[in-house]
């Protein structure tokens, strides 16, 4: 976590080549921005209202996800993965 006060949660996300981060869950809306990599899985695991999706990283870009989904990310590309994550705390999911 690099911010955090009662609106938002700001943290950053690194997964090295071929890594998975932990089951987490996304209580909250959020914003990803994407800083470097080239492919990343989405994988939910329970709760979750999309399907598992592989997706090219485009640094720069901006998404808007929603809450709501437990899930886990797997770096499938050649080059590290990193996004910063804002979460917005005030409408729980």
């Given at each position: 976590v690099?911010?955090?006060n009662e609106h938002v949660r700001i943290w950053e996300n690194v997964l090295d080549p071929g890594e998975e981060s932990p089951?987490?869950?996304?209580?909250?809306?959020?914003?990803?921005?994407?800083?470097?990599?080239?492919?990343?899985?989405?994988?939910?695991?329970?709760d979750g209202d999309f399907q598992r999706m592989e997706v090219d990283v485009a640094p720069g870009s901006v998404r808007h996800l929603k809450g709501?989904?437990?899930?886990?990310?797997?770096?499938?590309?050649?080059l590290r993965f990193r996004t910063i994550l804002v979460e917005l705390?005030?409408?729980?999911?």
């Open positions: 690099l911010f955090e089951v987490h869950r996304h209580n909250h809306d959020y914003v990803a921005i994407q800083v470097e990599g080239d492919r990343v899985i989405h994988n939910p695991v329970k709501g989904t437990t899930e886990t990310a797997i770096n499938t590309g050649a705390l005030d409408n729980p999911r």
